[in-house]
């Protein structure tokens, strides 16, 4: 195939898909909506104040520096670190990937890392990589609401343990775990582990204070606070020994080495500044709309179980339904053509034959898991939009039902 | 050389999954077959009625549990298969079915294999009663072998998660 015929199936596709006449984003765990703030501060950015390199001598690549160290004194305020302490990088999967592998290849002694078994891709495959070059990686279970077993960690704890990583938010099933207990668990048993959060759900949807928790090492994602796409950070203690896995020219980071993305930066730091500012509004009016979802959704159709806990404890964004005697990935493209964008923890998605991890380690059986949708709520959405949206649904669901030859209440 | 995951739609699946082409339980078909389970996310119904003089297939329908392509490449098989012979339709290959969605990435090649593995259930069915005539052959094919296989695949992993519940419970004080 050659690129122009690509080109050319891509609009055919859109073309018979059609523009439908309303849309509503609910897919802002696989990326998104951003803050018109964010994006004039990217504007701005790209065309004057960081266009230079931030570590070059010249009065451009000095406004590049200052709309950098800027940025980091907001991020470093939301989270309560030192705004040097904060290494960027241009994505979630790859401030995880520097947390784990980039501790491993430091440590001289210890073996051993312990993660949740719900955690997300990019903690579980260069664990498992990790793993294939002499590390033993044990994984944490959990309960059918996604909370960790705290018990099985502490006994897992011993002189070889490097690290433990778990997510205080799930990305899938949004259980928001006890991760002050965690600490404690851990510290309790040896104070030299070290301890990951990959806070990319957790960041300004809860409280999370990497000073108070007392943790060493937390990953951050631009697009899951409504900011650009491309931009992750890692919170590395002070004094904390990680080895760089990008090599390359240093510029104003030795963790992670090329040029920053100076506006992307930029516009992370303003989405960043607008969710901290605004969290208790966002937050609760986020979590009126998840309940509002979830209730409906539950309420109107039948054979549908909620994956994750309910209430305070589950993130104030993450709806997951499991919609029985659907195939997800059909209902989501049905749901695309009513100008809904949702996705789905089916094998098809994910392109094996194995449907989501997390679900399964849930106790999810396979056909829940295949017809689970996974939906996140904004500050963006109203009222009317989950209105439309639970309007859509049964119809959807209807006609998905009717296609399978196993229907409710057996053949 | 692309590195690129090729989509896996295009607009003809697009149009078979928005209005499929013989959809739907057949009551007074001749014959059935499942193949693949719901617990694999992938599971194909194909019902034919048969004219019992030419054995040429009068009509054909499916049901889908699926994706898209899973639902766009049953339909078309039912259209394919409409008015030929069970021989002829023994002879139909995923391939085909393929070609003529204007061709399956291969992550979906697995839909098409399904759907001519219901088929060739049904038409072995079929046959159970009236005695296998020569072209059939006695051993399975490969599309019908991959049916299986995915079959068993689910049932062990099914298994799997079944006993790592039970251990966990055993590890679970009360």
Not at chain 2, 48 to 63: H, Q
Not at chain 2, 83 to 100: F, R
Not at chain 2, 105 to 113: A, L, R
Request: hydrophobic residues 40%; contains cysteine; charged residues 25%.
């Amino acid at each position: 195939m050659i690129y122009s015929d690509l080109t050319k199936d891509i609009e055919n596709l859109l073309e018979s898909h059609g523009t439908p006449k309303r849309e509503v984003y609910l897919d802002s765990e696989n990326s998104g909506l951003i803050f018109p703030e964010a994006l004039d501060a990217m504007v701005k950015a790209y065309a004057v104040s960081g266009r230079g390199h931030p570590s070059i001598t010249h009065r451009a690549g000095w406004e590049s520096y200052e709309l950098m160290f800027k940025s980091s004194v907001v991020v470093a305020e939301a989270i309560n670190c030192k705004p040097d302490e904060i290494v960027y990088t241009h994505s979630g999967t790859e401030a995880n990937n520097l947390a784990i592998t980039g501790i491993a290849q430091a440590s001289k002694k210890r073996k051993k890392i312990i993660l949740s078994n719900i955690e997300h891709l990019s903690v579980v495959f260069p664990s498992e990589r990790l793993q294939e070059l002499g590390f033993v990686v044990v994984k944490v279970p959990v309960d059918r609401e996604g909370f960790i077993d705290l018990e099985f960690l502490a006994n897992q704890i011993d002189k070889d343990t490097l690290l433990v990583s778990v997510a205080p938010v799930n990305h899938e099933v949004g259980v928001i775990q006890d991760a002050r207990a965690m600490v404690e668990v851990v510290r309790d048993r040896d104070e030299e582990v070290k301890i990951h959060l990959d806070a990319c759900d957790a960041l300004c949807k809860i409280r999370f204070d990497v000073k108070d928790l007392g943790i060493d090492l937390a990953s951050f994602s631009s697009h899951k606070v409504y900011g650009p796409k491309g931009v992750g950070a890692l919170y590395v203690r002070e004094g904390i020994e990680l080895t760089p896995i990008i090599r390359g020219q240093l510029s104003t980071q030795k963790l992670w080495a090329g040029l920053e993305n100076i506006p992307g930066i930029a516009g992370f730091a303003k989405a960043v500044d607008l969710m901290h500012r605004n969290y208790g509004d966002y937050t609760s009016r986020m979590a009126g709309l998840r309940d509002k979802l979830i209730d409906e959704i539950l309420g109107s159709i039948d054979h549908t179980l909620l994956n994750g806990p309910r209430g305070f404890k589950r993130s104030p964004d993450n709806v997951n339904i499991s919609f029985l005697y659907c195939e997800g990935e059909a209902l989501t493209l049905e749901m695309s053509l009513k100008g809904v964008y949702v996705s789905s923890g089916s094998a098809c998605t994910s392109r094996i034959l194995e449907p989501s991890h997390v679900l399964l380690a849930l106790g999810r059986k396979y056909e829940e898991a295949h017809g689970s949708i996974l939906m996140k709520t904004t500050p963006f959405h109203s009222e009317s939009d989950i209105d439309y949206v639970v309007h859509c649904f049964p119809e959807a669901v209807k006609r998905i039902r009717s296609i399978n030859p196993f229907k409710p209440g057996g053949k | 050389m692309s590195s690129r995951i090729p989509l896996a739609y295009n607009p003809k699946v697009l149009e078979l999954f928005k209005n499929p082409k013989n959809l739907g339980r057949m009551e007074d078909a001749d014959v059935d077959a499942v193949a693949g389970s719901i617990a694999c996310g992938d599971m194909i119904a194909i019902y034919l009625k048969i004219d019992k003089t030419s054995e040429k297939i009068s009509a054909a329908s499916f049901e889908s549990y699926g994706c898209a392509a899973n639902i766009a490449a049953s339909s078309i098989l039912t259209e394919m298969i409409k008015g030929k012979t069970l021989e002829e339709a023994w002879h139909v290959t995923w391939k085909e079915i393929s070609d003529e969605l204007g061709g399956l990435p291969s992550v979906k090649f697995h839909c098409g294999i399904l759907a001519v593995g219901a088929m060739k259930r049904a038409i072995r069915s079929y046959y159970k009663e009236r005695g296998k005539p020569s072209w059939l052959p006695e051993g399975l094919t490969p599309d019908e072998k991959h049916a299986v296989e995915e079959e068993k695949l689910i049932e062990i992993l099914n298994r799997r998660i079944q006993r790592r519940m039970e251990a966990e419970q055993k590890h679970k004080p009360e």
